[in-house]
């Protein structure tokens, strides 16, 4: 699996383009099946996906299990695309991060020779607030290469 970072100038969006040897139909139920997508991202959702609703994940790594997150399913159109929103690296229980903007993130596959391309885009940093703006970017920056890391090894 290779990554590419073709924004790397942006502070508002991430993307993330790689490849994985898993057909379309798999890498589409790994992204939204609520259970396999806990399998991989590491946390327990609580139900499964729907447009509109939202849903409460428990993180699941080492020394983030006090963090739930929220995702507000935005779209979804099968084997193609899936978007939520959330609340960026909020993992602090002191804050109350509800009332602050939420980020855009965006699965889209595309069928490619020998498997499937996924592109994941995070977007809307910019309009957090200033005292956390870089430092959601730059953890969600790394995170989303760990966890197109993990989405790769979970399909294939």
Partial sequence: MTTSNPTAESTDRIEKKFH???PVSR????????EEFGS???????RPFATGESVLGRITIPGYEHVTVEM??????????????WHPYAVDPAIDYSAEPMTLVE???EAAQGGTSVTIVESGFDRLPSDRRAEAFRM?????????????AHVG
């Fill in 20 to 22: 994985v040897n898993a």
């Fill in 40 to 46: 991989w991202f590491r946390m327990t959702i609580d």
């Fill in 27 to 34: 890498v589409w139920r790994a992204v939204s099946n609520h």
């Fill in 140 to 152: 969600n920056q790394g995170g989303w290469d760990g966890q197109a890391r993990n989405l790769a």
């Fill in 72 to 85: 507000r399913i935005e779209r979804i159109e099968p084997e193609n695309y899936f978007s939520y929103r």
């Fill in 107 to 109: 699965f889209r596959l």
